[in-house]
Protein backbone atom coordinates (compact mmCIF):
# COMPACT_ATOMS: atom_id res chain seq x y z
CA UNK A 1 0.00 0.00 0.00
CA UNK A 2 1.07 3.77 -0.71
CA UNK A 3 1.57 5.36 2.96
CA UNK A 4 1.92 9.32 3.60
CA UNK A 5 3.27 10.68 6.94
CA UNK A 6 2.19 13.96 7.66
CA UNK A 7 5.10 16.36 9.77
CA UNK A 8 8.48 17.27 9.66
CA UNK A 9 9.97 16.67 13.06
CA UNK A 10 11.87 13.72 14.61
CA UNK A 11 8.75 11.95 15.49
CA UNK A 12 8.02 11.49 11.92
CA UNK A 13 11.08 10.32 11.28
CA UNK A 14 11.15 7.45 13.93
CA UNK A 15 7.30 7.06 12.52
CA UNK A 16 9.06 7.03 8.70
CA UNK A 17 11.86 4.57 10.09
CA UNK A 18 9.18 1.92 11.68
CA UNK A 19 6.70 1.94 8.64
CA UNK A 20 9.22 1.46 5.76
CA UNK A 21 10.48 -1.97 7.36
CA UNK A 22 6.33 -2.93 6.85
CA UNK A 23 5.72 -5.27 4.66
CA UNK A 24 2.72 -4.12 3.76
CA UNK A 25 4.29 -0.87 2.52
CA UNK A 26 4.85 -0.45 -0.91
CA UNK A 27 5.83 3.41 -0.94
CA UNK A 28 6.31 5.67 1.58
CA UNK A 29 5.59 9.67 1.28
CA UNK A 30 6.09 11.89 3.63
CA UNK A 31 5.04 15.63 3.77
CA UNK A 32 6.98 17.85 4.27
CA UNK A 33 9.58 15.77 5.87
CA UNK A 34 12.84 16.41 6.67
CA UNK A 35 16.78 15.71 5.43
CA UNK A 36 16.73 12.41 7.50
CA UNK A 37 13.77 11.39 6.10
CA UNK A 38 14.24 11.46 2.82
CA UNK A 39 16.98 9.20 3.02
CA UNK A 40 13.61 6.74 3.71
CA UNK A 41 10.94 8.36 2.11
CA UNK A 42 9.71 9.98 -0.60
CA UNK A 43 9.22 13.78 0.45
CA UNK A 44 7.22 16.25 -1.06
CA UNK A 45 7.20 19.99 -0.03
CA UNK A 46 3.52 20.59 1.37
CA UNK A 47 3.04 21.47 4.99
CA UNK A 48 1.82 19.89 7.82
CA UNK A 49 -1.09 22.41 8.75
CA UNK A 50 -2.07 22.91 4.99
CA UNK A 51 -5.19 20.70 4.99
CA UNK A 52 -6.10 21.21 1.76
CA UNK A 53 -3.11 20.56 0.06
CA UNK A 54 -2.46 17.39 1.94
CA UNK A 55 -6.13 16.28 0.96
CA UNK A 56 -5.36 17.35 -2.55
CA UNK A 57 -1.78 15.34 -2.29
CA UNK A 58 -3.00 11.85 -1.32
CA UNK A 59 -5.67 11.91 -3.74
CA UNK A 60 -3.02 12.70 -6.38
CA UNK A 61 -0.83 10.11 -5.15
CA UNK A 62 -3.67 7.65 -4.74
CA UNK A 63 -2.42 7.39 -1.07
CA UNK A 64 -4.20 4.36 1.05
CA UNK A 65 -3.31 5.35 4.52
CA UNK A 66 -2.30 8.65 5.79
CA UNK A 67 -0.41 8.64 9.37
CA UNK A 68 -0.86 12.05 10.94
CA UNK A 69 2.33 12.92 12.86
CA UNK A 70 1.49 16.87 14.63
CA UNK A 71 -1.19 17.97 16.18
CA UNK A 72 -1.90 21.58 14.68
CA UNK A 73 -3.65 19.12 11.38
CA UNK A 74 -5.17 16.99 13.61
CA UNK A 75 -7.16 19.74 15.53
CA UNK A 76 -7.37 21.31 12.54
CA UNK A 77 -9.27 18.82 10.78
CA UNK A 78 -7.27 16.43 8.58
CA UNK A 79 -8.48 13.27 9.54
CA UNK A 80 -11.59 14.37 9.20
CA UNK A 81 -11.25 15.44 5.41
CA UNK A 82 -9.31 12.43 4.37
CA UNK A 83 -12.60 10.35 5.46
CA UNK A 84 -14.60 12.47 3.64
CA UNK A 85 -12.73 11.84 0.42
CA UNK A 86 -12.43 8.13 1.49
CA UNK A 87 -8.63 7.99 2.25
CA UNK A 88 -8.12 6.12 5.40
CA UNK A 89 -5.95 8.15 8.20
CA UNK A 90 -4.49 7.43 11.92
CA UNK A 91 -5.63 10.00 13.95
CA UNK A 92 -8.24 11.65 15.90
CA UNK A 93 -11.27 13.47 14.16
CA UNK A 94 -11.04 17.14 15.46
CA UNK A 95 -13.66 16.66 17.54
CA UNK A 96 -11.54 14.49 19.78
CA UNK A 97 -8.24 16.41 18.93
CA UNK A 98 -9.76 19.18 21.12
CA UNK A 99 -8.21 16.96 24.09
CA UNK A 100 -5.21 18.19 22.49
CA UNK A 101 -6.68 21.59 21.42
CA UNK A 102 -7.96 22.98 24.79
CA UNK A 103 -6.67 22.45 28.07
CA UNK A 104 -9.91 23.79 29.84
CA UNK A 105 -11.99 21.13 27.56
CA UNK A 106 -9.87 18.29 28.81
CA UNK A 107 -9.65 19.83 32.69
CA UNK A 108 -13.81 20.30 32.25
CA UNK A 109 -14.14 16.38 31.00
CA UNK A 110 -12.14 14.54 33.79
CA UNK A 111 -14.06 16.61 36.03
CA UNK A 112 -16.92 14.91 34.74
CA UNK A 113 -15.99 11.46 34.54
CA UNK A 114 -13.59 11.76 37.56
CA UNK A 115 -10.02 11.54 36.10
CA UNK A 116 -7.82 12.10 38.76
CA UNK A 117 -5.42 15.52 37.94
CA UNK A 118 -5.04 19.24 39.39
CA UNK A 119 -7.74 21.05 40.65
CA UNK A 120 -7.89 24.01 38.51
CA UNK A 121 -9.78 27.06 37.22
CA UNK A 122 -10.58 27.77 33.72
CA UNK A 123 -10.73 31.78 32.27
CA UNK A 124 -11.69 33.54 29.66
CA UNK A 125 -10.92 37.10 31.76
CA UNK A 126 -7.62 38.05 32.71
CA UNK A 127 -8.48 39.67 36.09
CA UNK A 128 -10.75 36.58 37.09
CA UNK A 129 -7.40 34.63 36.36
CA UNK A 130 -5.55 36.67 38.43
CA UNK A 131 -8.14 36.89 41.38
CA UNK A 132 -7.93 32.85 41.19
CA UNK A 133 -4.29 33.02 41.56
CA UNK A 134 -4.35 35.82 44.95
CA UNK A 135 -6.61 33.31 46.55
CA UNK A 136 -4.70 30.19 45.76
CA UNK A 137 -1.47 31.70 46.40
CA UNK A 138 1.98 29.76 44.34
CA UNK A 139 3.64 27.83 43.29
CA UNK A 140 0.82 27.48 40.83
CA UNK A 141 0.54 26.26 36.91
CA UNK A 142 -0.45 28.49 34.02
CA UNK A 143 -1.07 26.90 31.21
CA UNK A 144 -2.81 28.82 27.56
CA UNK A 145 -5.48 27.15 26.70
CA UNK A 146 -4.44 26.25 22.87
CA UNK A 147 -1.85 24.11 21.01
CA UNK A 148 1.44 26.33 21.73
CA UNK A 149 4.13 23.71 20.62
CA UNK A 150 4.62 22.48 24.29
CA UNK A 151 5.72 25.42 25.30
CA UNK A 152 2.21 26.75 26.80
CA UNK A 153 2.60 25.74 30.83
CA UNK A 154 4.62 28.40 33.11
CA UNK A 155 5.21 27.38 36.98
CA UNK A 156 5.43 30.22 38.75
CA UNK A 157 7.15 30.18 41.94
CA UNK A 158 5.68 33.00 43.39
CA UNK A 159 2.34 35.12 43.08
CA UNK A 160 3.95 37.52 40.88
CA UNK A 161 5.61 35.06 38.30
CA UNK A 162 1.92 33.41 37.54
CA UNK A 163 0.22 37.24 37.40
CA UNK A 164 3.17 38.04 35.15
CA UNK A 165 2.35 34.78 33.35
CA UNK A 166 -1.43 35.63 32.83
CA UNK A 167 0.17 38.93 31.72
CA UNK A 168 2.28 37.19 29.00
CA UNK A 169 -0.57 34.48 27.89
CA UNK A 170 -3.30 36.70 27.95
CA UNK A 171 -2.64 40.45 27.04
CA UNK A 172 0.88 40.05 25.39
CA UNK A 173 -0.33 36.95 23.14
CA UNK A 174 3.04 35.39 23.73
CA UNK A 175 1.45 31.81 22.46
CA UNK A 176 -1.02 34.04 19.90
CA UNK A 177 -4.66 32.55 20.05
CA UNK A 178 -4.15 29.38 22.51
CA UNK A 179 -3.52 32.42 25.41
CA UNK A 180 -7.46 33.59 24.28
CA UNK A 181 -8.34 31.27 27.58
CA UNK A 182 -6.03 30.17 30.21
CA UNK A 183 -6.45 27.39 32.71
CA UNK A 184 -4.62 27.86 36.23
CA UNK A 185 -4.16 24.77 38.45
CA UNK A 186 -2.76 23.65 41.46
CA UNK A 187 1.05 22.50 41.47
CA UNK A 188 1.53 18.68 41.77
CA UNK A 189 4.67 17.08 43.84
CA UNK A 190 6.07 13.69 42.17
CA UNK A 191 7.54 12.11 39.34
CA UNK A 192 6.29 12.76 35.80
CA UNK A 193 5.81 9.85 33.40
CA UNK A 194 4.75 9.90 29.75
CA UNK A 195 2.22 7.30 28.81
CA UNK A 196 0.89 6.21 25.25
CA UNK A 197 -1.99 4.14 24.39
CA UNK A 198 -3.67 3.26 20.88
CA UNK A 199 -7.02 3.61 20.72
CA UNK A 200 -10.11 2.76 18.18
CA UNK A 201 -13.16 4.86 19.97
CA UNK A 202 -13.78 1.69 22.31
CA UNK A 203 -10.63 -0.44 22.53
CA UNK A 204 -7.29 0.83 24.33
CA UNK A 205 -3.86 -1.12 23.73
CA UNK A 206 -1.43 0.36 26.12
CA UNK A 207 2.29 0.88 24.59
CA UNK A 208 5.15 1.75 26.96
CA UNK A 209 5.65 4.16 29.51
CA UNK A 210 9.08 7.08 28.23
CA UNK A 211 10.09 9.55 30.98
CA UNK A 212 10.52 13.06 29.05
CA UNK A 213 12.77 16.00 29.76
CA UNK A 214 11.13 19.55 29.29
CA UNK A 215 13.33 21.96 30.12
CA UNK A 216 16.11 22.82 28.49
CA UNK A 217 18.94 22.98 30.92
CA UNK A 218 20.39 20.65 33.08
CA UNK A 219 19.08 19.62 36.14
CA UNK A 220 15.71 20.11 34.81
CA UNK A 221 16.24 23.93 34.89
CA UNK A 222 15.14 26.87 32.78
CA UNK A 223 12.43 27.15 30.61
CA UNK A 224 10.00 24.44 29.32
CA UNK A 225 10.86 23.03 25.34
CA UNK A 226 9.01 20.33 23.77
CA UNK A 227 11.53 17.98 25.12
CA UNK A 228 14.95 17.81 25.07
CA UNK A 229 15.40 13.91 25.48
CA UNK A 230 13.70 10.63 26.84
CA UNK A 231 13.94 7.65 27.81
CA UNK A 232 11.72 3.94 27.62
CA UNK A 233 11.15 2.40 30.05
CA UNK A 234 10.40 4.78 32.81
CA UNK A 235 11.27 2.58 36.26
CA UNK A 236 8.47 5.03 37.78
CA UNK A 237 6.07 2.81 35.96
CA UNK A 238 5.76 -0.86 36.54
CA UNK A 239 2.94 -3.10 35.95
CA UNK A 240 1.18 -2.48 38.81
CA UNK A 241 1.21 1.24 37.63
CA UNK A 242 -0.02 0.69 34.36
CA UNK A 243 -2.66 -0.94 35.70
CA UNK A 244 -3.73 1.82 37.54
CA UNK A 245 -3.30 4.30 34.59
CA UNK A 246 -5.35 2.46 32.26
CA UNK A 247 -7.86 2.32 35.47
CA UNK A 248 -8.79 5.41 36.46
CA UNK A 249 -7.09 7.44 32.98
CA UNK A 250 -7.05 6.15 29.93
CA UNK A 251 -10.27 3.52 30.16
CA UNK A 252 -12.47 6.33 31.45
CA UNK A 253 -11.67 9.14 29.01
CA UNK A 254 -11.87 6.68 26.42
CA UNK A 255 -15.11 5.79 27.46
CA UNK A 256 -16.07 9.45 28.34
CA UNK A 257 -15.11 10.69 25.02
CA UNK A 258 -17.50 7.81 23.48
CA UNK A 259 -20.00 9.38 25.72
CA UNK A 260 -19.67 12.64 24.34
CA UNK A 261 -20.16 11.67 21.02
CA UNK A 262 -16.69 12.87 20.72
CA UNK A 263 -14.66 8.99 19.67
CA UNK A 264 -11.36 9.11 20.20
CA UNK A 265 -8.85 7.13 17.38
CA UNK A 266 -5.65 7.40 17.50
CA UNK A 267 -2.53 7.85 19.93
CA UNK A 268 -3.77 9.31 23.22
CA UNK A 269 -0.20 10.29 25.02
CA UNK A 270 -1.23 11.27 29.06
CA UNK A 271 1.39 13.36 30.47
CA UNK A 272 1.51 12.19 34.44
CA UNK A 273 2.11 13.24 37.86
CA UNK A 274 3.05 10.15 40.00
CA UNK A 275 3.37 10.39 43.16
CA UNK A 276 2.56 8.26 46.41
CA UNK A 277 -1.26 9.09 45.99
CA UNK A 278 -1.09 7.34 42.31
CA UNK A 279 -1.22 9.12 38.91
CA UNK A 280 -2.98 12.32 38.30
CA UNK A 281 -3.40 13.90 34.01
CA UNK A 282 -1.20 16.83 33.47
CA UNK A 283 -2.88 16.80 29.89
CA UNK A 284 -3.37 14.70 27.11
CA UNK A 285 -2.15 14.98 23.95
CA UNK A 286 -3.39 13.08 21.12
CA UNK A 287 -0.60 12.17 19.26
CA UNK A 288 2.97 10.65 19.31
CA UNK A 289 5.36 12.67 21.85
CA UNK A 290 8.53 14.08 20.30
CA UNK A 291 10.90 12.80 21.69
CA UNK A 292 9.27 10.04 23.22
CA UNK A 293 7.91 8.48 19.86
CA UNK A 294 11.91 7.96 18.80
CA UNK A 295 12.40 5.32 21.96
CA UNK A 296 9.34 3.63 21.30
CA UNK A 297 9.95 2.94 17.65
CA UNK A 298 13.45 1.65 18.93
CA UNK A 299 12.06 -0.77 21.04
CA UNK A 300 9.04 -1.80 19.17
CA UNK A 301 9.53 -5.20 17.65
CA UNK A 302 6.36 -5.39 16.01
CA UNK A 303 5.05 -4.13 12.45
CA UNK A 304 3.36 -1.03 13.20
CA UNK A 305 1.55 -0.19 10.16
CA UNK A 306 -0.99 -3.46 10.84
CA UNK A 307 -1.70 -1.49 14.37
CA UNK A 308 -2.04 1.64 13.09
CA UNK A 309 -4.41 0.65 10.31
CA UNK A 310 -6.23 -1.89 12.93
CA UNK A 311 -7.07 1.09 14.88
CA UNK A 312 -8.48 3.23 12.39
CA UNK A 313 -10.85 0.62 11.35
CA UNK A 314 -11.68 -0.07 14.70
CA UNK A 315 -10.35 -3.58 15.31
CA UNK A 316 -7.58 -3.02 17.63
CA UNK A 317 -8.83 -6.05 19.94
CA UNK A 318 -7.20 -8.37 16.80
CA UNK A 319 -3.46 -7.08 17.23
CA UNK A 320 -0.91 -7.11 19.71
CA UNK A 321 2.21 -5.36 20.08
CA UNK A 322 5.98 -6.90 20.82
CA UNK A 323 8.54 -5.17 22.81
CA UNK A 324 12.12 -5.25 23.47
CA UNK A 325 13.78 -5.65 26.75
CA UNK A 326 16.38 -3.14 25.89
CA UNK A 327 16.55 0.56 27.27
CA UNK A 328 16.05 3.44 24.56
CA UNK A 329 17.28 6.42 25.04
CA UNK A 330 17.55 9.88 22.80
CA UNK A 331 19.59 13.29 23.50
CA UNK A 332 17.50 15.96 21.93
CA UNK A 333 20.51 18.03 20.22
CA UNK A 334 18.90 21.66 19.87
CA UNK A 335 20.57 24.95 18.07
CA UNK A 336 21.90 27.28 20.53
CA UNK A 337 19.40 30.20 21.50
CA UNK A 338 16.59 27.56 21.69
CA UNK A 339 13.98 27.70 22.94
CA UNK A 340 14.38 31.25 21.98
CA UNK A 341 15.97 33.16 18.94
CA UNK A 342 18.57 30.69 17.62
CA UNK A 343 21.01 30.98 14.08
CA UNK A 344 19.54 29.15 10.95
CA UNK A 345 21.10 27.30 7.78
CA UNK A 346 24.08 25.92 10.00
CA UNK A 347 26.06 23.23 8.84
CA UNK A 348 26.14 19.88 10.77
CA UNK A 349 29.01 18.09 10.82
CA UNK A 350 29.88 14.20 11.62
CA UNK A 351 26.70 12.46 11.20
CA UNK A 352 27.99 9.56 9.44
CA UNK A 353 30.16 9.20 12.14
CA UNK A 354 27.07 8.93 15.08
CA UNK A 355 25.16 7.26 12.98
CA UNK A 356 27.81 4.23 12.82
CA UNK A 357 28.06 3.87 17.21
CA UNK A 358 26.57 0.87 18.30
CA UNK A 359 22.97 0.93 18.80
CA UNK A 360 22.70 4.19 17.26
CA UNK A 361 20.29 5.78 14.88
CA UNK A 362 19.64 9.79 14.43
CA UNK A 363 16.61 11.32 13.82
CA UNK A 364 16.47 14.34 12.23
CA UNK A 365 13.62 17.34 13.04
CA UNK A 366 14.86 20.43 11.82
CA UNK A 367 17.14 19.85 8.78
CA UNK A 368 17.62 19.79 4.82
CA UNK A 369 19.77 19.71 2.79
CA UNK A 370 21.30 22.50 1.03
CA UNK A 371 22.47 22.98 -2.76
CA UNK A 372 25.91 21.71 -1.82
CA UNK A 373 24.73 18.47 0.01
CA UNK A 374 25.55 19.25 3.51
CA UNK A 375 22.77 19.00 5.97
CA UNK A 376 21.59 22.27 7.67
CA UNK A 377 20.24 23.29 10.73
CA UNK A 378 16.55 25.18 10.07
CA UNK A 379 14.55 24.43 13.53
CA UNK A 380 15.04 24.93 17.34
CA UNK A 381 14.91 20.90 17.98
CA UNK A 382 17.16 19.80 15.00
CA UNK A 383 18.71 15.74 15.80
CA UNK A 384 17.78 13.15 18.23
CA UNK A 385 20.39 10.84 18.89
CA UNK A 386 18.78 7.88 19.90
CA UNK A 387 20.68 4.48 21.49
CA UNK A 388 19.35 1.40 22.34
CA UNK A 389 21.62 -0.91 25.00
CA UNK A 390 20.46 -3.37 27.72
CA UNK A 391 21.25 -0.70 30.30
CA UNK A 392 20.13 3.11 30.85
CA UNK A 393 23.85 3.47 31.39
CA UNK A 394 24.95 1.68 28.59
CA UNK A 395 22.29 3.17 26.28
CA UNK A 396 23.23 7.20 27.69
CA UNK A 397 27.21 6.01 26.93
CA UNK A 398 26.49 5.52 23.46
CA UNK A 399 24.21 7.95 23.06
CA UNK A 400 26.54 10.88 24.28
CA UNK A 401 29.46 9.06 22.43
CA UNK A 402 27.83 9.57 19.20
CA UNK A 403 26.83 13.41 20.49
CA UNK A 404 30.44 13.91 21.35
CA UNK A 405 31.06 12.70 17.14
CA UNK A 406 28.99 15.36 15.88
CA UNK A 407 30.49 18.56 14.36
CA UNK A 408 27.89 21.47 15.42
CA UNK A 409 29.62 24.04 17.04
CA UNK A 410 26.19 26.12 17.04
CA UNK A 411 24.40 22.90 18.48
CA UNK A 412 23.85 22.39 22.51
CA UNK A 413 22.29 19.64 24.35
CA UNK A 414 21.56 18.67 27.96
CA UNK A 415 24.13 16.24 29.47
CA UNK A 416 22.06 14.63 32.14
CA UNK A 417 19.73 12.75 30.27
CA UNK A 418 17.81 9.70 32.50
CA UNK A 419 19.52 11.45 35.49
CA UNK A 420 16.36 10.02 37.19
CA UNK A 421 16.56 6.30 36.30
CA UNK A 422 20.25 6.08 37.18
CA UNK A 423 19.65 8.12 40.58
CA UNK A 424 17.23 4.92 41.29
CA UNK A 425 19.88 2.46 39.95
CA UNK A 426 22.68 3.99 42.64
CA UNK A 427 19.84 3.46 45.12
Known amino acids: MKVLVVGSGGREHALCWAIKSSPLCEELFCAPGNAGIADVATCLPVKAEDVDGLVRLAKDKAIDFVVVGPEAPLVGGLVDRLEQEGIKAFGPRA ?31 AEAAKDFIRRKGAPIVVKADGLAAGKGVIIAQNVDEALAAVDAIMTERSFGEAGAEVVVEEFLDGEEASFFAIVDGETALPLIAAQDHKRVGDGDTGPNTGGM ?3 SPAPVVDDAMQARIMDEIILPTVRGMAAEGRPFKGVLFAGLMINDQGPKLIEFNTRFGDPECQVLMARLNSDLLPVLIAAAEGRLGEVELSWSEHVALVVVMAAKGYPGSYEKNTVIGGLDAAGAVEGVTVFHAGTVRGEDGSIRAVGGRVLGVTAIASTVAEAREQAYKAVDLLDWPQGFCRRDIAWRALERDRG
Open 95 to 125: NAAILEGSKGFTKDLCAKYDIPTAAYGRFDS
Open 229 to 231: GAY
